[in-house]
């Protein structure tokens, strides 16, 4: 198809089409004649690839950038494209993790050992939970952690449900957008479910169900 | 306590603490002469809130005058309160919701129905749910919603342990500090450990271990 389809296919525009084939994330189109190419289906999954990982991801171009190139590497395997993929996705603090961060990577690592998880204990997330737990640390909820192994649970379950849903209905192709799409709506839909499920036990605890009950 | 102790106390600059003051996110100090102010365990703990809002939150300084004025007003019972500094911390995209927007309100009215919660239909968290819901659907990932109850049993699980904590190590007047640190924070952990679940199960399907398992 000509960039025209293309762009009325993805709803993204012709200029930006040319921004992303200038910054290396989309291949360029097939060349017919001097002033004309032609893109495929390949393009169209790319685009919406881009799209999914910046409208819904966040992510910078030159992070976008780091993403499809470890797409596009045949040396690299299923399970390192989707840790390439989602590990840029990892919310992080902009502050500099404090004194306590040596014994909060030992906890970390003793968590995946105990819930015995095939994980890194220096991959992104890992890091990511140890500077959460000193910030917590740090604002005087150093017991959390006995919290820890709850929301190890559930964490265990979303992913379980996740991994169910990729199994079921996602295409080996369409595998790292799903991913990428995943990791960051899923992130989004547990942290909307979990306050929802705190507004009932705020109600239940401080709000009119708890007058109620102990008028009762 | 005088200003300069105030600042050693907190970690906050004298300069940053008197923005603070103009700003209106922090009472002044009780006047003691014409140019020196006394400040109190009250400014402390203020002080502590503003810095979690900031660092850990991620909120505006426009957002965190909203969540301390819902703190000081009387009017507003703890469960308000708590409602106020946490609602404006659900992770929101920029983009407007599309078209299904309508239906994915009526299908979260109705998870929240089915699940009994006693939480608004309409509150931010909700829309937050249907917009992520709706961005899912137009990447075509529409029937995502049937993984949705293992979500919501995983939520429920996470608001339980952070109530139990709250029950058990957090002051009456700690209360807004710890519910809006222990949002986000308990976001981040989550997230971490989500992908560190993903980890594990990507790696069993499609990593090493997959590949052991279809030898033995």
């Known amino acids: 198809m000509r960039i025209g389809e293309l762009s009325r296919r993805t ?22 004649s001097p002033n ?8 169209v999954r790319r685009l919406r690839l881009i799209r999914a ?13 780091g ?20 590990g840029p996705m990892v919310p992080r603090y ?12 030992k906890g970390v690592a003793g968590l995946i050992a105990a819930r015995g998880w095939q994980a890194h204990p220096s991959s992104p997330a890992a890091e990511a939970l140890a500077v959460a737990l000193v910030a917590l640390d740090e604002v005087g909820h150093g017991q959390f952690v006995e ?8 964490a265990e379950g979303v992913a379980r449900a996740d991994l169910d849903y990729v199994a079921h209905h996602v295409a080996r192709e369409e595998l790292v957008e799903s991913a990428v799409v995943g990791t960051v ?8 479910l979990r306050r929802l499920a705190h507004m009932d036990a ?15």
Chains 1, 2 share one sequence.
Do not use: W
Request: glycine fraction near 16%; aromatic fraction near 6%.
């Open 11 to 32: 709803g993204v525009s012709v200029p930006t089409i040319k921004f992303y084939v200038r910054e290396g994330l989309l291949p360029a189109g097939e060349l017919t």
């Open 36 to 43: 004309q190419a032609s893109y495929g289906e390949a393009h």
């Open 53 to 65: 990982l910046l409208d819904v991801g966040g992510l910078s171009v030159a992070a976008i950038r």
């Open 67 to 86: 993403v499809v190139m470890a797409v596009d590497d045949p040396a690299q395997s299923v399970h390192e494209v989707l840790g390439a993929a989602t």
């Open 94 to 105: 902009d502050r500099e993790p404090g004194g306590g961060i040596e014994e909060a990577r």
């Open 147 to 154: 919290v820890l192994d709850a929301y190890a649970d559930a």
């Open 185 to 192: 709506l899923g992130d989004a839909i547990f942290s909307a």
């Open 202 to 216: 705020s109600d239940r605890m401080f709000g009119q169900a708890a007058e109620g009950g102990g008028a009762g």
